[in-house]
């Protein structure tokens, strides 16, 4: 008899059309009320539930949805907001919340244990935002300090499960698990505390919880052990057996989650734990698959991630059957199918991108549309397959396989035709900074921005009018170059020493320039959340990569006429590209990302010739697609940094190169970073409090540095002796000569009262820092 189940470990939860980002953003500026943002919340919710059962899975996932992030929802649940935000009891949950997420917390006098202890403590600045594993999500990162403690509060998700269950759906309850939990966090204040030295403790809590949700007639709980795919320490292996009995006696159903990365060591370790199934990521470990069916007891539900829960090609459902067939053979006709991970990482639907090229759109699966690959691939194992669909999937398969679009053969020569030595200067660094010194004249800790400046309202105004043909070619840039004459007036006033065009006429850093290179395709509805309110609409690259014409030089050389000082050439770098978009998986991620390296370079190139004499060339996600593994890293690293390089390399010593990279960790590839040799690196470090700049100090990093000094994701607007202090701990890892002073990111999101407050404090904390 076959018993087959499907069921997702998670879905988006922005909406088909933005519907939470605009409800929090209405919320945060006062014109929505807490119980209209929850009332939002409870429609999406119920919309998605309804989604998930008529595409026929046997459960409704409750516990994916946070009104900013998963993990902050379990700081919250598992009630260990950081002491350091002086909460009050009185203070609504919701409230909270967004204070860890956003600042401005109430600002409780410092004691022996805290992170700032003797020195000003900033008041209630956000949580740490990082990478969420390998993907382009951010969490809020948990703080833990010997004096954390845990306790139940589980209101908010136990009130989900029953707003699923009075709609009469079957519930998974989806939890992130406790080893996970402290692994995602940091620890803070006394030297030697280890944040495993917490689990004792925690563990009570979530057995109390699952305790709640198995009297509220949850049957089955997702527990999410995704470090499980990392080279764990064998302190944090030894934990998980212990741990897994201790809530195991709950006699709640535990389906353990592990997604991102092959399981490797830790397979049968999974496997063996005391739980009453395993979901394993069937497409990142799909060499993994045979072994875990033989290693899980056969009592115990196995869970197959079959559809891409991280990219948006259509599933080949002839290689999943065949992948699935033997399974399900040696399951004795029992298995769960599901996608590889949360479908979080896709956009919600194809159904209104009717601007997609016909062919193009037909080789695509979103998360609704992969809800449908999930009841095909259910219905065919069961022998009652829907053959309409399979041969339409089949057509569409073959279409990419064939199609023009893809493979060019101008492309493959250009790479061919490569110079070895194309990802090298022409200098050591020591020359080229005294060429470049000489060129630009800079003063003592010279001030920059990353690049964007606002939005505005009229800015975007003008851009939708645009795209929708009221606005003629003419008229958008006419409007554009007073945006951009407008921002460099405000940089010269301000009294800024490199300045920006402001990227008024950008949409985002990689769409723009993704739209002006062959190879990729756009949605219009394809947005994918970043971080709280944060959606970004990745491009699609489903073809070689080629630039047809320059990008951006008429813009900044536009911009530099406006003004004597230098202005920067704003590009982004080839592995961030590559990153933020989803990307062809007909060839290695190496082969695409070189193209896309030699596009950048073309316009590099073109800048200089240009005399554009500062160029900025950002990466923020090269730490990002660092492999989970460190046994792959070498591999990655080699072909990621080689082609910044082959990007940045075609100009003279006194050309000035800079990068910039934000909310990761990086001490651990600072070699690496190092071998990328730009000239200036601009790195986020407010929210770590210059924790982030220790590790280039120890290294002794060669090149020039601009640690940001404050927080652009947080409306606050830091004071000029916050950012002097920043500085000062800055100089005291970092020769001062090497110093810039910048924001952490750029200002896109931010609003020009706000910017501008900010920067004046900044360059005034700069011209502190010259006086000494």
């Given amino acids: 008899m076959t018993t ?104 409780p006098a410092c004691d022996a244990g805290c992170q700032h202890a ?104 997702q527990i999410d052990e995704p470090i499980l795919g990392l080279d764990l320490p064998p302190a944090w292996r030894g934990a998980f057996e212990s741990s897994y009995w201790q809530l195991n006696q709950v006699g709640v159903k535990l389906l353990l989650a592990t997604y991102f990365a092959p399981l490797e060591e830790n397979l049968s370790l999974a496997c063996r734990l005391p739980v009453a199934g395993l979901h394993v990521d069937g497409v990142r470990a799909a060499h993994e698959l045979t072994s875990v069916c033989d290693w899980l007891p056969v009592h115990k539900v196995l869970s197959v991630g079959i559809v891409d829960g991280r990219n948006i090609w259509r599933t080949d459902l002839d290689a999943a059957l065949a992948a699935l067939a033997p399974l399900l053979a040696k ?73 023009a679009r893809v493979h060019r053969a101008d492309v493959a020569a250009g790479v061919a035709a490569l110079d070895p030595q194309a990802d090298r200067r022409r200098a050591p660094f020591a020359q080229r900074q005294a060429a470049q010194r000489a060129r630009l004249r800079l003063p003592a800790f010279p001030t920059t921005t990353i690049g964007s400046f606002p939005q505005t309202a009229a800015i975007r105004a003008a851009r939708a009018g645009f795209k929708r043909g009221e606005l003629s070619a003419d008229d958008y840039a006419a409007r554009m170059r007073a945006e951009i004459a407008d921002a460099v007036a405000r940089q010269e006033a301000l009294g800024l020493d490199v300045l920006v065009h402001g990227e008024a006429e950008r949409n985002d850093m990689v769409e723009y320039f993704g739209e002006r290179l062959d190879g990729f395709a756009f949605t219009g509805h394809g947005w994918v959340q970043s971080y709280g309110s944060r959606c970004v609409k990745p491009p699609l690259i489903y073809g070689d990569v080629a630039r047809p014409r320059p990008m951006t030089v008429d813009w900044t050389v536009h911009a530099q006429s406006l003004t004597a000082k230098p202005m920067k050439g704003m590009l982004t770098g080839p592995v961030t590209i590559l990153q933020w978009s989803f990307v062809r998986d007909d060839q290695p991620r190496a082969a695409t990302t070189l193209q896309i390296a030699l596009a950048i370079r073309a316009e590099v190139a073109d800048l200089e010739r240009a005399g554009i004499a500062v160029i900025q060339i950002d990466e923020p996600a090269i730490r990002e697609g660092l492999p989970l593994r460190r046994s792959q890293w070498d591999a990655y690293l080699d072909w990621a940094t080689r082609a910044f390089r082959v ?53 002794a990093y060669p090149n020039e540095i601009g640690p940001g000094v404050y927080d652009i994701h947080s409306p606050r607007v830091p004071s000029t002796a916050e950012m002097v202090r920043l500085l000062r701990k800055a100089s005291a890892v970092i020769p001062p000569a090497h110093l810039w002073v910048n924001p952490d990111c750029g200002l896109k999101t931010r609003a020009w009262a706000e910017t501008e407050a900010a920067l004046a404090n900044m360059v005034d904390a700069a011209r502190q820092m010259r006086a000494g």
């Avoid at 194992?381 to 057509?395: E, K, Q, T």
């Fill in 4 to 107: 087959i189940h499907t069921h997702i470990p998670g879905f988006p939860r922005i909406g088909a059309q933005r519907e939470l980002k605009f409800a929090l953003e209405r919320h945060w500026r006062g014109e929505l009320s807490a119980d209209g943002l929850e009332a939002v919340g409870r429609a999406l919710r119920a919309r998605h539930w309804a989604l998930q059962r008529e595409a026929g899975l046997d459960w409704v996932s409750v516990g994916d949805f946070a009104f900013y992030d998963q993990v902050a929802n379990h700081i919250q649940l598992l009630g260990c907001e950081p002491a350091r935000f002086g909460f009050d009891a009185a203070q609504a949950p919701l409230q909270r919340y967004f204070a860890m997420a956003r600042g401005n917390g109430a600002a």
């Fill in 331 to 403: 399951r004795g006709g029992a298995l769960w199918l599901a996608p590889s991970c949360s479908l979080l990482h896709v956009p919600f639907s194809l159904e209104a991108e009717d601007g997609l090229a016909p062919d193009i759109r037909s080789w695509l699966a979103f998360a609704t549309e992969k809800l449908g690959e999930l009841a095909l691939l259910k219905g065919a194992l069961a022998g009652r397959g829907d053959a309409a669909a399979l041969a339409a999937a089949r057509a569409a398969l073959a279409s990419r396989r064939a199609s």
């Fill in 118 to 221: 003797g020195q000003p403590h900033e008041a209630g600045h956000a949580l740490e935002m990082t990478k969420w594993f390998d993907t382009n999500y951010h969490y809020l990162v948990p703080e833990f300090t010997p004096e954390t403690r845990f306790a139940l509060a589980g209101e908010r998700l136990l009130g989900e499960v029953a707003e699923a269950q009075a709609l009469g759906h079957p519930v998974k309850a989806v939890l992130l698990g406790p080893l996970t939990f402290l692994w995602l966090g940091k620890a803070r204040g006394a030297a030697g505390f280890e944040r495993l030295s917490l689990l004792e403790q925690l563990l009570p809590v979530y057995g109390a919880l699952l305790d709640r949700l198995k009297q509220q007639g949850v049957e089955w709980v």
């Fill in 647 to 699: 990007a940045a390399s075609p100009v003279a010593d006194a050309t000035q190169i800079h990068t910039h990279m934000c909310y990761a960790e990086f001490n651990d590839i600072l070699p690496q970073i190092a071998a990328m040799d730009a000239d200036v690196i601009t790195i986020e470090t407010s929210r770590s409090d210059m924790e982030l700049l220790r590790g280039f100090g120890q290294f």
